[in-house]
């Protein structure tokens, strides 16, 4: 019954020859058995909302989850998601390398998706360049842990974050002509609009698992919904068989 008086709203409500289909009386008449219905049963109401919401928040994990422009690291069908935005000059960024590192090497059905989130300094901002722009030779990963390992206490200067990139292999003149692209900006552009879609006032590291949010490199917190998320995989299986 429910489905049936918010499709039939729904109908009414779309710009598509469905609803045209009902004269003004006809319109006028399922609107007030809808609105009844909601009034006598607040609860469907609040039913409605909250479906919505989940709905919204899928959507939108699955968009941040899904950018091909990403590096990841995992089987691309792990049931198991965590999505990192991070900063090259982050200290607690560069204290979860590390877990992030052994989390990837341990757990097979875990995928690591990296967002590079240049929020600190115009190093950082020239280093996550230099990373999105040097992705398609293929030593992403490799680049990635060495400026995480660049010690914070020293500048992270372009001959540096150069160095670097010709210490992984990278062709260093063919990453500089890409870096300033327009594909290069919209990608960080884009990381920082999910960002903002998920927190008011994003900082780094910001971790998600499966969608959950946690701000800050938490070890204990991230475990705990690591584990969490591996026994949701695993009842949701467990209730299909």
Known sequence: M???????LLTLLAPSAAAQSFNAQEQAEIR??????????PDV?????EALQERSEAERWQRITSDPRDFSLG?????VVIVEFYDYRCGFCHAALQWVTDVTRT????????????????????????????????RTWQFHRALMSFPLDQQLSSAQ??????????????MRRAMDSPEVIALLEDNRGHALDVSANPATPLFM????????FDRPRLEERLREA?????????ARR
């Open 230 to 238: 591996t026994r949701e995989v695993r009842d949701r299986r467990a």
């Open 209 to 216: 698992i499966n969608g959950e949010l946690i701000s800050g």
């Open 2 to 8: 429910v489905r049936l008086l918010f499709a039939l």
């Open 75 to 79: 089987p691309t069908d792990a049931p």
């Open 107 to 138: 757990r097979r059905d875990v995928r690591l998706v990296l967002k590079e989130l240049p929020i600190l300094s115009p190093e950082s901002m020239e280093a996550s360049r230099a990373v999105i722009a040097a992705a398609p030779q293929g």
């Open 161 to 174: 974050i150069d160095r670097l990139a010709r210490s992984v292999g990278i062709d260093v003149a063919r």
């Open 32 to 41: 007030a058995v809808v609105r009844d219905y909601l009034v006598n049963n």
């Open 45 to 49: 109401l609040q039913e409605a909302l």
